[in-house]
């Protein structure tokens, strides 16, 4: 099926802050290096750990062309990605809810919304020039609600590398296509240049493989998934079809300075698994999501003033989305029960600024405001055509100030406000003005020549979401208006090792510490009538140990060996028990041990090969029918593909071919998100990019 493009313009203003290794003032201690990770440039975090860049066309197992965000990420150290009940994927860094992690794009928070979040699953990567996973509460200027980390994406970057233009196709051997063309072009105009993107991709799948194993490993009391009615090889109602593309253009002056203008725009139709393990799960469909996002950006650059160097960063964005949702009788999906329509707008700001101090400091100020919008229309309002209006308004102003000390250490700390408002609400009671202050302290420390350590302590705020506080979730939710804020207090400290002795032998080692208490978290309970809602009730502890290494000695000839661990213990306090025997359990969806273990070739007779195994650890989850916790087995899969690049034109465009061969989840194992929805099973992919 073949979706319409709908790409919109929107006015948006940014100016970027040059990178700290162009001020030529910068002291000994301000250039702490970088370590690298999986072939990307990972940047520091002052007082955290490194942060993971990562492109889509170095994953350890290489993708089909313009993947979806959430593939990428799979593959992404410290990041886990699980599919929930309404066929969404979930984030999640060192256990935090997908609600407490920020995405962005080009600046502006895409998570930003009726139910706080996005869904990295719809968001391509097409155009998308690189990703950079931040641990932790890296910053206090990302905007509100920023708790559990930061994943940044850019997409409107200079064309440095003169003109190119990309086509991919992939399929696999159930008959799932992808087609994709990017392309760029760099101009020169007066003193400066003119970069210009753009890119489209369709994407189309029948169905998830269904994996081998028995479906209802641990979760007994649902019914097995038979297969979708199409392919009896395929999970029931997984099938998707959709479009997505972008233009960007943007003009870079000599000095430094920049405007911009971006749009992207997705247009999807697609199926939600049903739980395997419940007598009563969703049988939902969407027959229609699309969201159209602009961004127009402009900035000075860093520039002398009469106190030193400094710049300044705006940001100014919009978003509409509109959602469909179907829900049917049974699984044959031929009889619509109840609908409901929602239609999304979100207007964002972001200010960020930037100054040098005395003594080689300097300090970075930043404002956040955004508005959501949401109208929601159910069953008994499509004839009447009036929606329901809830809005949502979150500010949030902070400062930083960064100062390097002893030579060797860089110190920083940083305080910020955040203010939430629910001016409209449906007719339910609404917050009124909820504030809430925040505070960062943290240190980076060279220890010698490619060993440095650093430490953070911090604390922040998240205020519930628009969906949490009132949304019924077509009558499987009782809405709660009255939901605090969570506040988490975070610690975390670490050493890595790269540069110096281990550079010249290939290795770079990072390990990170890290410890989370969580006050007021909400949790979802089961009432008498069977309906779901959302409560303050419980505290939520957790820490854990990071660890990351790589080894690619230059002997090997470009082969390189890279693993990653997480390992964390967390739990679940629950304050309305006094007796403290029975006052801790397991949290659900996330698992206490993960790992991941890469190993690449070198290239022998223009062919290269890779594999990836991946283990998660026991977890649990919460089950309605039983009334109880459930376990879910560990397991451990693998992923391995075979790459082959043939040089058709010494100049010009479309000078190579490149030939992909992958199989995913090779033993054909069942590894589940979360109870009842077990990941692809075994799945062979071809792809082809010329470029």
Known sequence: MKL?????????????????????????????????????????????????????????????????????????????????????????IRGSDSRQAAVMLDGLPLSVGWDSRTDPSLIPSTGVQQMTVVRGLGSLLSGANTLGGVIRMELNTPVTSGRALSLGTGFDQFSSR??????????????????????????????????????????????????????????????????????????????????????????????????????????????????????????????????????????????????????????????????????????????????????????????????????ETLDAQLATARPTRYEQELQSVGAELEKPIFGRALLTGGFVHDVARTPKTGGRTSLGTLEKS???????????????????????????????????????????????????????????????????????????????????????????NRLFRRINRDEIRSAGLELLGTWSPSALRGASLTADATLQSIRVYDRTITNNSNNERRAEHNPERRANLALLSPVIGGFRATAMARHVGTQYCQHPDLGRLVELNEQTTADAAVTRSFGLRSRGLLQRLSALVAIDNVGNRTVYDQCGLPQPGRTLRFGLTLG
């Open 4 to 92: 319409p493009l709908r790409i919109a313009l929107f006015g948006t203003v940014a100016v970027a802050v040059p990178a700290q290794g162009q001020n030529k003032q910068d002291s000994t201690a301000r250039r702490i290096e970088p370590i690298t990770v999986r072939g990307a440039r990972a940047p520091s975090v002052t007082g955290g750990a490194t942060a993971v860049t990562i492109r889509a066309d170095s994953l350890p197992v290489p993708l089909l062309p313009a993947p979806s965000v959430a593939d990428v990420l799979r593959q992404t150290a410290f990041v886990l990605v699980r599919q929930n009940s309404r066929g969404e994927m979930e984030l999640g």
């Open 178 to 375: 992808v087609l994709s063309a990017t392309g760029a072009a760099p101009f020169a105009v007066g003193g400066g240049t003119v970069s210009v993107r753009a890119g489209v991709t369709n994407r189309e799948r029948d169905g998830f493989a269904l994996p081998g194993g028995s479906p209802g490993n641990g979760v007994s009391g649902g019914s097995i998934d038979g297969g979708s009615t199409r392919n009896d090889k395929l999970r029931t109602n997984t099938d998707l079809a959709q479009t997505d593309g972008f233009v960007a253009a943007r003009y870079d002056h000599r000095t430094g300075a920049f405007v911009g203008v971006t749009a992207t725009a997705y247009d999807a139709e697609r199926g939600v698994a049903p739980e395997q393990h419940i007598t009563a799960p969703r049988f939902w469909r969407y027959p229609s999501q699309a969201r159209t996002l602009g961004i127009v950006s402009a900035g000075t650059g860093r520039q002398r003033t009469p106190l030193g160097r400094g710049s300044l960063e705006m940001s100014v964005g919009q978003t509409t989305q509109r959602l469909e949702i179907e829900s049917y009788t049974n699984r044959s999906y031929s009889t619509v029960s109840t609908r409901e329509k929602g239609r999304e707008h979100n207007s964002m700001l972001r200010v960020q600024g930037m100054h040098t101090l005395p003594r080689n400091a300097q300090i970075r100020v930043g404002a956040t405001a955004t508005n959501v919008a949401y109208d």
């Open 438 to 528: 925040g505070w960062r302290l943290g240190t980076t420390f060279m220890a010698r020549e490619g060993v440095r350590l650093h430490a953070s302590l911090s604390e922040r705020a998240r205020f519930a979401a628009l969906r949490e506080l009132y949304s019924g979730a077509l009558n499987r939710f009782d809405p709660n208006p009255d939901l605090r804020p969570e506040n988490l207090l975070a610690m975390e400290t670490g050493i890595t090792l790269d540069g110096g002795v281990f550079a010249q032998h290939g290795i770079q080692l990072q390990a990170a510490v890290f410890r989370h208490r969580l006050d007021d978290a909400v949790v979802r309970i089961t009432l008498p």
